[in-house]
């Protein structure tokens, strides 16, 4: 079984995330949606929240499963035998980042990670900017995936 971890904050699971997902799933049996939990990053939802959210979006697809996890991520995937990481990229910083990050996890364990760039109608969005939206009263669903729940 291929499997791989999708990790992230995902305050909240954005139409991006879910894009990355969707394509994930194309070549990979399984896909772990992995929430990581940064005591130092402050957040909208609770993790729980952001758990119970994805998850229900997911509901119907037995091929994802969504956890939290606290520590190193790489660790995180060597317990669920992972093959793989998948990241999402919408900028030239974040493929920066990312390639640091993706070499470290290389070294420490074996594992490779899969960068897959952002579809172009997308690269706007972030759960950053949804956040700061909702902080303002504005309706973010045209940032959701169809059917995410921000008020479970």
């Not at 139409?15 to 194309?26: E, K, P």
């Not at 896909?31 to 952001?50: A, H, L």
């Not at 229900?56 to 992972?82: C, I, N, S």
């Not at 579809?119 to 309706?139: A, C, H, M, Y």
Request: glycine content about 6%.
């Amino acid at each position: 079984m291929k499997r791989a971890i999708f990790p992230g904050t995902f305050d909240p699971f954005t139409i991006g995330h879910y894009s990355v997902v969707q394509r994930a799933l194309t070549f990979m049996d399984e896909v772990i949606i992995s929430i990581g939990i940064n005591e130092s990053k402050r957040t909208c939802f609770p993790t729980e929240k952001r758990v119970e959210m994805i998850r229900k979006l997911y509901a119907d697809e037995p091929r994802v499963k969504v956890e939290a996890y606290d520590g190193l991520t790489v660790d995180f995937a060597l317990q669920h035998e992972a093959q793989v990481i998948i990241r999402g990229i919408r900028t030239v910083r974040d493929f920066e980042y990312e390639e640091t990050i993706a070499d470290i996890n290389r070294k420490l364990s074996g594992i490779e990670t899969i960068l897959l760039f952002t579809e172009p109608e997308l690269t706007s969005v972030s759960s950053t900017i949804v956040r700061e939206l909702l902080q303002f009263g504005k309706d973010v669903t045209p940032f959701l995936p169809e059917g995410m729940d921000i008020n479970l």
